[in-house]
């Protein structure tokens, strides 16, 4: 196994079997999200994939839109910035709680009521009010504002299963299944996924195994566009087909990364889930070790919704990584608590948090950092 790279922002883990030197900076332009597509129908379970799928079209890159030419972005203290303004709606109702003069069982009970309404969740509240009375105690505090800075470590310590990379090359063609619920940003943080590796001279592959919307495809094609990037799709064909056609084509093309992009699903849609099983399997005949990554897309915004999406399609896939978005003007940035108390009980272990985001451009998917995120909350 070769070296591992790290580009400056964090934002991935390179292994080559090559040395080569270190990633430069990512500086991607700003560019706005496709228009969101409508939510496609309900579509009855597709059959088993036939053995040969050359209907299966790979389009080559595009040229590169007038998009990539845009100014580069602010560096990520400016997205620390946004990040705190993010998730003020959070944060405020929990820092008046430390307004007062005193620490007593009133300050303990506003604060408990308060991470409730941030959907931090009754079991995450428990345990980081009872963290925090320790820790209170160990430190002899006596201000208000004092707890609070214990709270941020509090928060830091709890949420820090959830940090971890994201790692490439590992395999010869390391597979990512992208998965969500229809308006989670899925697509979207795809496109913002493949750009960063393509800064990094990966070369990535999308599948648009979305083929019951010709908007999904059409979006994703947008997107291959500004990257740069070849794109397997087929229209109204089975999504399991062109997934197994995506692996084959990027491990014959040498490709470092295939990305397969799958129709929103509903976990109770447990028909539509089991879709998702097929194209898990699917892959897996076209590369037995893959897919390498299961990441879940989910919008911050939704709350305790968020770790039910969580369970829901962890048990069907077993999910791999997480993309958090929507953080930006979010009330219910505390969900994030509620998913680290789950994570830590996972039998199979914690599932990081790859990236979080706060808004539409490039730039605003970063990776994510436990105490950044503690102290944004709740400076």
């Not at 969740?121 to 820790?135: C, M, N, P, S």
């Not at 539409?360 to 990776?367: A, P, S």
């Amino acid at each position: 196994m070769g070296r591992a790279l790290s580009d400056n922002t964090g934002m991935f883990s390179f292994f080559r079997k090559k040395a080569a030197p270190p990633a430069p900076t990512v500086e991607a332009p700003a560019e706005s999200t496709p228009v969101p597509a409508p939510a496609p129908a309900e579509a009855p379970p597709t059959p088993e994939p036939p053995a040969a799928v050359a209907q299966t079209a790979v389009t080559e890159p595009a040229v590169p839109s007038p998009v990539a030419a845009e100014a580069a972005p602010a560096p990520r203290q400016g997205w620390l910035s946004k990040l705190k303004a993010g998730l003020a709606r959070t944060g405020s109702s929990i820092a008046q709680v430390f307004t007062g003069t005193q620490i007593d069982d009133s300050l303990y009970e506003e604060l408990e009521s308060a991470l409730l309404m941030a959907d931090a969740g009754v079991k995450a509240t428990e345990h980081l009010l009872a963290d925090l009375k320790r820790r209170v105690k160990e430190a002899k505090a006596t201000e208000p504002a004092q707890v609070k800075a214990l709270l941020v470590d509090a928060v830091a310590e709890l949420l820090a299963p959830l940090e971890a990379a994201l790692t490439i090359g590992r395999h010869p063609t390391t597979v990512m299944m992208v998965v969500g619920v229809n308006g989670a940003g899925k697509t979207t943080s795809i496109g913002k996924l493949t750009r960063y590796l393509a800064e990094h001279d990966a070369k990535v592959l999308l599948a648009a195994a979305d083929t019951f919307r010709a908007a999904a495809r059409e979006q994703l094609s947008v997107w291959a566009g500004r990257n740069q990037v070849e794109i397997v799709s087929q229209e109204g064909g089975d999504p399991a087909a062109v997934s197994f056609d995506a692996v084959n084509a990027g491990r014959a093309r040498g490709c470092d990364v295939v990305i397969a992009d799958t129709a929103g699903r509903l976990p109770t849609q447990l028909h539509l889930m089991e879709e998702l099983k097929k194209i898990r399997r699917v892959i897996a005949k076209a590369d037995a070790s893959a897919p390498h990554e299961v990441l879940l897309v989910v919008d911050g915004n939704t709350g305790q919704n968020a770790l039910a999406q969580v369970k829901a399609f962890d048990e069907a896939l077993g999910l791999t990584g997480l993309v958090v978005t929507k953080l930006d003007g979010t009330a219910k940035g505390g969900v994030l608590a509620a998913i680290a108390l789950w994570a830590r009980e996972r039998a199979a272990g914690p599932v990081p948090v790859y990236f979080i985001g706060v808004g539409e451009k490039l730039e605003d998917l970063q990776t994510f950092s436990a105490r950044e995120f503690a102290q944004a909350l709740l400076d």
